[in-house]
C-alpha cells in the first residue's frame, strides 16, 4: 500500500505520479511474493536518471524477533540475498513500467529504524529519448 507517491524532476506530474504508484505497487509484489509479507508502506521518487523505492515495515515477525534478540546482522544478510535474488525482477519490472534502461540497481536495509530502499540508476538520456554518454565532469554528450 504505497504512501502518496511524490515525483520530483519530472514533467508531468499526473503521468509521473501514477509511474511512483506503479513502481511502488511492482516492487512491494515481488517482495510479498519473495519475502511472504510486503511493506506497510512504500514511496517512490522520480528524478532525471533515478528511481528512490523507500520501503517501511517490511521485516517479517520472524526477522523482527530475531532481531531484536541480537541477530540482526543475520538478519539483514538474509535480506540482502533476496535483494539479490529478486534483482532481475526489480530491474525488469522497472524497466517495463518506465521504457527506459536500468543502468545500475542498489538495494539496503535497517532493522531499526524498519526501512530499506531500492534504487535505480537509468542509463542518461538527453529529453527525447536518446542516450546520453556522461563525460564526468557533470556534462553529458550524445552517444554514438
Request: proline share 5%; no cysteine.
Amino acid at each position: 500500500m504505497p504512501d502518496s507517491p511524490v515525483a520530483s524532476a519530472a514533467p508531468d506530474a499526473k503521468h509521473s505520479g501514477t509511474l511512483s504508484a506503479a513502481i511502488s505497487n511492482a516492487v512491494v509484489g515481488l517482495l510479498h511474493d519473495y519475502t511472504g509479507r510486503g511493506p506497510t508502506r512504500a514511496r517512490t521518487t522520480i528524478g532525471a536518471d533515478t528511481i528512490v523505492v523507500t520501503l517501511r515495515d517490511s521485516l517479517t515477525k520472524a526477522e523482527r524477533t530475531l532481531a531484536d534478540r541480537g541477530q540482526a546482522t543475520e538478519v539483514l544478510a538474509m535480506r540482502r540475498a533476496f535483494q539479490d535474488t529478486m534483482r532481475n525482477d526489480l530491474v525488469a519490472a522497472v524497466e517495463s513500467l518506465t521504457g527506459r534502461t536500468v543502468e545500475a540497481f542498489l538495494s539496503d536495509n535497517l532493522h531499526e529504524p524498519d526501512v530499506a530502499v531500492e534504487i535505480f540508476l537509468m542509463a542518461p538520456h538527453d529529453g527525447n529519448g536518446r542516450r546520453e554518454r556522461a563525460m564526468g565532469d557533470g556534462q553529458t554528450q550524445p552517444a554514438d
